[in-house]
């Protein structure tokens, strides 16, 4: 008799560990960070941007339509005329615009091309209906259903051709957070030169009184450098992203 409640009383507490087993919550996975709400592009450990729509337009009011416009070519910083040995303090172009738009300091810039994760994956040159220049993918990136995307720089010189995209297929990039730098030159004074050849993008650091920071691209190249702030550069411009 002993036996039998024994065996029944083993019985019922199997029963209730498998029922109690049963109604624990499960847990859940975490979470692809591809798949999260996440926007922009790493800039710092600390720091993500969303870029401005096009580059900064000749007055320095507002953006170009199309992200392959040229835009216009800047000053770093605003001179005496006349005198090419002065140049006054940078005052960013963003304090121009409504928005909280600033300029990329030169750490910024590199850490986006070279150290943000993925970063080699996540840039490569390629043309928009013609219009050569350079790729950025955001940090969560997928791409539109039959579209391609290679992450390289060409072997030779001027050619943009490893990224092709009517305008049709760019407006599908552009809707996933891809951005484009147009190869629109440099100039000094009132000429302009490599116009589809390079591009120029300033920006906000010094290097010296007499010197400022710049990131540079070929077609096949991309480094960084420093030269007098009255050369004349394309201006893109960023929001911080702030986090919810």
Known sequence: MKTNRLSLWLMLTCILLILCS???DVPVEPSNPQEENVVGFSVSPEKRVVFAPGNLTNDGLSF????????????????????????????DWGNR????WRTLTIDEWMYLFDN????????????????GGLILLPDAWKIPEGLHFVPEFAEDNDDWSLNEYSLSEWEKM???GAV?????GDGYGVSACRVAAMGFY?????????????VFFYSYY???????????????????????
């Open 97 to 100: 615009i409504e928005g909280g």
């Open 222 to 244: 991309l480094a960084q450098s420093s030269r007098g702030p009255g050369n004349q550069y394309s201006v893109r411009l960023v929001q911080d992203v702030v986090e919810q």
């Open 64 to 91: 170009e339509e199309n992200q392959w416009d040229f835009g216009g070519l800047f000053d770093w910083s605003a001179t005496q005329s006349g005198n090419t040995l002065y140049y006054a303090d940078f005052t």
């Open 22 to 24: 049963c109604s624990k």
């Open 202 to 214: 300033w920006s906000s650091s010094s290097q010296g009184p007499q010197s400022a920071q710049y």
């Open 116 to 131: 943000r994760e993925g970063a080699a994956e996540k840039m490569g040159i390629g043309n928009i209906d013609g219009t």
């Open 180 to 184: 484009f730098l147009p190869a629109a």
């Open 174 to 176: 552009e809707s996933a």
